[in-house]
């Protein structure tokens, strides 16, 4: 006979996404993962396969946690300003996720722009070829701007949402502040 799990699945997940948030996939270890999950080894590999499967559970959780500002950023109907909206909201959710400092997908995106693991690279495409075409639908609403235009001004908000994400792990909410009045000057 099979046993119970002594933990709940959603609970030790939003412990794990909170470790790789703050150290990175390579380097969160295992034991790392026992620790602050609160689980032994043997229980993350029955539930989770390995590391890499806590960590696509730990993107998914951090997905469906974010969902409503993405939500927010679909059905608004303001174009360049609810982009503006979105940066910073951007800003304002992580730290209310548990003073999470930056973006998890972006974070992650960067540390496997190098890297052959497909699967997690396959995630991080797919998260960004969404954002932009989100950003692309939105840039449309101006009846002025060309399709040229408004891909090079996706293209460009895609890299500013990057280095938002950067910057909001070490600079002031001034700077910051600061940072997404020009990037939305610029358009």
Known sequence: ???????????????????????????????????????????????????????????????????????????????????????????????????????????????FAEDEDQKIKEQMAEFMNNLKEIFIEKLRMDKTKDEATIVKQANYLVLAKHGLAAASRVNTTKEIEDYIEVTFNNL
């Open 1 to 111: 006979m099979a046993r119970s799990k002594q933990y709940n699945e959603q609970e030790v997940i939003e412990k794990a996404m909170s470790l790789f948030w703050r150290n990175g996939y390579e380097n969160t270890s295992v034991r790392m993962l026992e620790k602050e999950m609160g689980i032994n080894q043997f229980s993350i590999y029955a539930s989770f396969g390995n590391k890499q499967g806590v960590f696509l559970e730990s993107l998914k959780c951090y997905k469906s946690k974010v969902n409503s500002m993405f939500e927010k950023l679909k059905n608004a109907t303001s174009g360049v300003n609810d982009i503006k909206d979105f940066f910073y909201d951007s800003i304002r959710i992580p730290s209310e996720m548990g003073d999470q400092k930056g973006c998890l997908l972006t974070n992650t995106y960067n540390e």
